[in-house]
């Protein structure tokens, strides 16, 4: 098993909970729920989640961003029109999120962006986000 089928299989342990956002703090906190809820981590696609201005993940509760997190880091292999680390790395970037990884689940992160860093070279250089990607794996316990 290669580290992106580690990582799919350890944050697949996740459940599914019965809301993903905040859904009575506002409109577009229940737009986004329902977004979420129409969906699985393994049919949202970048159409769902590619527009940094308008994500649902922007707002999801822990439960719903470990939830879908399997999801993120396939699209994060994007390439072209789907290129998606920068995002992905605004979505990670988040240290109540951080925190609430277990040792296994943040070791096989990092473990997997390390791993990004090869396996998407040429699209981290051609976006500029190779050293973003790096000085984040260095701040990761």
Request: aromatic content about 14%; overall charge negative; some cysteine.
């Amino acid at each position: 098993m290669n580290v992106y089928e580690t990582l799919i299989e350890v944050f697949s342990r996740r459940k599914r909970p019965e809301h993903f956002t905040n859904f009575n703090h506002c409109d577009d906190c229940k737009e986004f729920d329902e977004i979420l809820r129409s969906f699985t981590r393994e049919n949202i696609t970048f159409k769902e989640l590619g527009n940094i201005a308008w994500n649902p993940i922007s707002d999801a509760t822990i439960n719903g961003f470990f939830y879908y997190f399997p999801a993120l880091s396939r699209l994060a292999l994007g390439k072209g029109s789907e290129y998606f680390i920068d995002q992905f790395l605004i979505h990670v970037d988040n240290q109540d999120r951080l925190d609430n990884m277990s040792n296994e689940e943040r070791q096989v992160f990092k473990d997997y962006l390390i791993w990004l860093q090869t396996e998407m070279k040429d699209e981290l250089d051609e976006n500029l986000d190779g050293e973003d990607l790096e000085e984040f794996i260095n701040r990761l316990k």
